[in-house]
């Protein structure tokens, strides 16, 4: 079978970063202006810039190449060196981002243990003034959706909460909004009403909206500054972006209504896994486009491998978790496959 056919069948659940630009995107990348963007030119990036924070009701958007990259940006601008991040254990920046955090930010991590959804009570009790023992607090940081919670919401009134508690002590509120228009979407709400009460947020364009690449970074003009230095410094200034950034803008305009499509299409995988044996789903955890499923008996790396090799890929978690993912490259007719396939493996076919 010629390569490009065996590639069609490929049924990517890894990651809604796998994605490719559809062709649309792509002539609006081919045709987009650009400028030199480290000296603020680009008109497309400008554009993308402007229609982030008008999208979030934020002063200013800085259009980074990644989320890893605007989440560290986020911590260095809020956060002194030598002070405590209040956010939850398996958030992206604990657990993916190679320790960034500490190694370029050089802050601590003040973990709350659990799905990644927290209460403001449980904020209000990390929250410590620096003495000349101890670190003091200097961000909270709330991630939604909760990727390793399984695309999990984080409920709008409990950030307004965590607000209230983190600005009568003076400190700042971050969202990693990464998948934040699976939120809004699945959630119902206006983008502007889930982040008003954070000081600033980062969300992705490569993930579920499908561009190549970049995250967008929001706040107030004097953040965006300061978060614009901090790009540069880490090697993120990309000159002529506008190509990119036209990618984002078309995601922002076609892609993001389309997600209650995969998210449809997540919840048909998890009521239809969780009726196999040795599989089960916390079916009130599925609420976007990510499903965890957790094994009794086989071995989850095994099972992934497995599938792999009949073309229908995904991650284990640890020995007994998988993550599956939908997105914008995954229709009705994969999902089906997928379940023949795990079925099928599962049921010792395989
Ligand atoms: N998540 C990736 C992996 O890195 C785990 C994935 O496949 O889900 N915040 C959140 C909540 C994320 O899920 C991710 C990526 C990021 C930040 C980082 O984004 P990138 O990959 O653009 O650096």
């Known amino acids: 079978m010629p390569e490009a056919m065996k590639e069609a069948m490929v049924v990517d659940l890894r990651s809604d970063t796998v994605t490719r630009p559809t062709e649309a995107m792509r002539q609006a990348m081919a045709r987009a202006e650009v400028g030199d963007d480290v000296y603020d030119e680009d008109p497309t990036v400008i554009e993308l810039e402007r229609l982030a924070a008008g999208l979030t009701g934020k002063e200013a958007g800085l259009f980074v190449p990644s989320g890893s990259m605007a989440n560290l940006i986020a911590q260095m601008v809020h956060a002194d060196r030598g002070s405590e991040v209040v956010l939850g254990e398996a958030s992206h920046a604990v657990l993916h981002e190679v320790g960034a955090g500490a190694a370029i930010a050089g802050v601590q991590y003040s973990i709350i243990p659990g799905d990644g959804r927290f209460t403001a009570g449980q904020v209000r009790k990390r929250i410590k003034a620096p003495t000349f023992h101890t670190p003091g607090t200097s961000l909270i940081w709330v991630e939604n959706t909760h ?60 993930k579920g909206l499908g561009a190549p690449a970049g995250s ?135």
């Open 147 to 206: 990727n390793m919670g399984g695309g999990t919401i984080f409920p709008t009134a409990e950030i307004k909460a965590i607000a209230e508690v983190a600005h009568e002590a003076g400190l700042p509120l971050h969202m990693d909004g990464a998948r934040v228009f699976n939120a809004v979407v699945a959630g119902g709400e206006a983008l502007r009403d889930v982040v008003r009460e954070v000081d600033s947020l980062s969300f992705c364009l490569s």
């Open 216 to 350: 967008v970074l929001v706040g107030t003009r004097e953040f965006r500054t300061r978060a614009h230095r901090l790009r540069k410094m880490l090697g993120g200034g990309m000159r002529q972006i506008g190509i990119l950034a036209a990618a984002g803008i078309y995601a922002l305009e076609h892609h993001v209504e389309r997600l209650a499509d995969d998210h449809r299409r997540a919840r048909r995988l998890a009521d239809e896994l969780r009726r196999l044996p040795g599989i089960s789903i916390d079916a009130d955890a599925v609420q976007t486009n990510i499903v965890m499923a957790d094994l009794h008996g086989a071995d989850a790396a095994d099972l992934a491998r497995r599938c792999a090799e009949r073309g229908v890929l995904f991650h284990a978690l640890s020995r007994r978790r998988l993550r599956l993912v939908t997105h914008l490259d995954v229709d009705d007719a994969a999902i089906h496959r997928a379940l023949g396939v795990i079925s099928e493996v599962l049921g010792g076919g395989g």
